[in-house]
């Protein structure tokens, strides 16, 4: 169906050139052209219906004259190689050459005044373009996505760039931006990975959000003297950009504005900066010292989290709001530690009396550290902070602080009940004190160095990720008194081949170094490094969500016949499970080649992560459950039979080596983040379809089958 955009354009020259029109209302058509126009025999392209692949818009048809091309014109039409637009033509409607891959070359006249939003957007063979002189805004991602344009001519008329107008032509490696402009909006030249420089005139007076992220070969950048503000992710990820010289009047610094710099070696706060937002200099790991002017109001979390190789944060004495000390940033009443540089001389520091708060961040990065002292004052800290530290060996305390007591470096509460953190950086055996009862949330995290560890009697609950990330932990025995345990306690413990339980303990036991709940009937977890096949004992009837999550090892499960159903994400992350097999008696589930199936076989429940290749889902099959093929890194190809009506969400989640599927015409109905962050993915399906709608909805390129 053709869209009628006679009154849309119609406004659009009012405003531009000042001409009464009367409004687009009849339409007709000739063997290639479908137009609307006017009683002033003025006419709007809506439509091509010829084959040729070099294509010349003419400046009249049938005696009216072409005053504009409308809306998605050739949108999506492969085989075009080159179009010539003729002399009259006064606009170019949204998407008109949207997805036009084949497309070349374009020649544009000098008639033209407007051009419509993404309307080259995505041409990706287009090498070069020539902008005429009367065009003054070039409008939202009109050439993003072409990114083999290594040329871009604009007019000296021209005072204003669009969103992400040019965002990902990955072989554009200069723009000369004209002297008049005064606009370039967001994400402009985000994704240009080779443009290397850029000077902007002194009509530009902010810096937009995303304007050159991503821009990795980005070496030098003159900025508008006259600009007040640097927006979120300005210079995201411009890893080759060493120096930047901020101009006098820049009063705000946005989040994330150098986040990932990482060869930023020098950049200039001047005095008239009042804000730094959070994240600002994250992650610039070349950044060595940092000074911050009298002027400064505000500097947000995390501002240096990630500079590894920053030594000192030198704020001016001047400043009302902050002050370093020994070259850590903090409050100026010195009650709050902001920022502690990554690679400050010493391995050990003690937080000052007084100081009652810590930023979340404020450690990140802290390589050098290994013993920090944590004051009287300080009532909490948030265990997210300490570890941060990845060398920290000792946390200690005062024996008067009214919150927390330290035993060898490992930090407790004060009654000694709660095992609260163990430094990170601790190897071998650790031997947990007898008046432990409860082992906190992350309170072994990342802990690779812990080979061992004996838990008291006395335990009875073991807190949420209380042991993730414990790589080289490799049996485990929990004790008589352990009532609970927490989501995710051993997650990451990737060489845990056993979990071993006191035969006496009320509530688990184990099998085959299994835990399993104390009567038999609950699989609770499954040994992430315990290595081979598994099949569950008979008196399992319910398996616990994330119980096998990511146990690479597993490479093949049987289900019995007394499992009624499993937990949310009980099998994510088995990269190496190639089949799920059942009980040949179970009434509610089926293995087909080892995928597995409800009993009639009309959904598709978990297709094994190892499982890789090409995959035909069965005829008869109406429902892909959710995370279904979700992780899958091998799988290449899947075809969807046509009795299928919905894909519920992130079915195809994590699974970066398919990089394109069909999907039938039957389709009613698809779940949100289907193939997760594949930018390269490509959906075909039916023009007009379910899918296409999805698609453009989502944001997934989108292909329709002739």
């Known amino acids: 169906m053709k869209r009628t955009t006679g009154i849309k354009l119609f406004s659009i020259f009012f405003l531009l050139v000042c001409v009464c029109v009367n409004v687009f209302g009849a339409t007709s058509k000739d063997s290639l052209w479908e137009y609307e126009f006017n009683d002033e025999k003025e006419a709007v392209v809506l439509g091509y219906n010829g084959k040729e692949a070099e294509i010349i818009i003419p400046g009249v048809i049938d005696g009216y004259k072409v005053i504009a091309i409308g809306e998605s014109v050739f949108e999506f039409m492969k085989d075009i190689t080159s179009v010539t637009v003729s002399e009259n033509v006064m606009a170019i409607g949204d998407t008109a050459f949207y997805g036009c891959f084949s497309l070349t070359s374009i020649t ?11 309307a080259f957007g995505d041409c990706e063979s287009l090498t070069s373009i020539n902008i005429p002189p009367y065009v003054t805004e070039i409008k939202e991602g009109v050439f993003g996505g072409c990114f083999n344009l290594t040329e871009v001519l604009l007019p000296e008329s021209l005072i204003s760039i669009g969103e992400y107008a040019f965002s990902g032509c990955e072989n554009l490696t200069s723009v000369n931006i004209p002297p008049y402009m005064t606009e370039i909006k967001e994400g402009v030249f985000a994704g240009c990975v080779n443009l290397t420089k850029m000077v902007l005139p002194e009509g530009i007076t902010y810096l937009a959000d995303r304007i050159f992220s991503r821009c990795s070969s980005l070496t030098e950048v003159v900025l508008s003297k006259n600009i007040t503000s640097v927006g979120s992710s300005a210079f ?52 060595i010292t940092i000074d911050i002017p009298s002027n400064v109001r505000t500097v947000e979390e995390a501002v240096f989290s990630g500079c590894v190789n920053l030594e000192t944060i030198n704020v001016s004495e001047n400043n009302r709001n902050y002050v370093d000390v020994d070259g850590v940033l903090f409050n100026k009443n010195e009650t709050t530690l902001i920022a502690y540089p990554a690679k400050k001389e010493g391995s050990k520091y003690a937080i000052p009396q007084g100081v009652n708060e810590v930023d979340l961040s404020a450690f990140s990065g802290c390589l050098n550290l290994t013993d920090l002292s944590l004051p009287n004052s300080l009532r909490y800290v948030d265990i997210e902070i300490l570890n941060d530290i990845s060398n920290l060996k000792s946390v200690t305390v005062l024996n008067d602080n009214r919150d927390y007591f330290s035993i060898d470096g490992v930090l407790f509460s004060k009654d000694k009940t709660e095992l609260i953190f163990y430094p990170n950086a601790k190897e071998g055996e650790y031997i947990v004190p007898s008046h432990v009862t409860e082992i906190g949330k992350y309170a072994f995290y990342g802990c690779h160095g812990l080979t061992s560890i004996i838990l008291p009697d006395g335990i009875t609950f073991l807190s949420d990720l209380a042991f993730t990330g414990c790589s080289r932990l490799t049996k485990l025995t929990l004790p008589i008194n352990l009532e609970s345990i927490g989501f995710g306690a051993f997650w990451g413990c990737v060489s845990l081949a056993e979990i071993l339980v006191h035969k006496d303990n009320e509530n688990y036991t184990s099998v085959d170094g299994v835990l399993l709940s104390k009567d038999e009937t609950e699989l609770v977890m499954y040994p992430t490094g315990k290595k081979g096949k598994y099949v569950i004992p008979d008196s399992v009837k319910l398996i616990s969500g994330f119980a096998f999550d990511d146990c690479a090892a597993l490479t093949s499960i049987t289900i019995p016949a007394t499992v009624d159903g499993f937990g949310y994400g009980a099998f994510l992350g088995c990269i190496g499970l ?21 009993k009639d076989k009309t959904e598709l429940l978990i297709y094994p992560s190892g499982k890789d290749g090409e995959y035909v889902v069965p005829d008869g099959v109406k429902l892909i459950k959710e995370y279904a093929f979700g992780g899958n890194y091998g799988l290449t190809s899947v075809i969807l039979p046509e009795s299928l009506i919905y894909i519920d969400s992130y079915a195809f989640e994590g699974c970066y080596s398919l990089t394109s599927i069909i999907i039938p015409p039957t389709i009613e109905g698809m779940g949100h983040g289907l193939f997760g962050e594949n930018d390269n993915f490509v959906m075909y399906g039916t023009a007009g379809s379910y899918a296409q709608g999805y698609a453009e909805e989502y944001g997934i390129t989108f292909s329709a089958l002739e």
């Open 236 to 287: 995201y990820d411009c890893s080759v950009l060493k120096e930047i010289y901020l101009p006098e009047k820049i009063t705000s610094i946005g989040p994330c504005a150098f986040e990932e710099c990482s060869s930023l070696i020098s950049v200039n706060i001047p005095d008239s900066v009042t804000t730094i937002e959070s994240e600002a200099f994250s992650a610039c790991s070349s950044l």
């Open 578 to 598: 190639t089949e799920i097999l059942v009980h040949e008696d179970h009434k509610n589930y089926v293995s087909i080649d080892g995928v597995l199936f409800n």
């Open 108 to 118: 544009l006249p000098e008639s033209l005044i407007s051009i419509g939003e993404y």
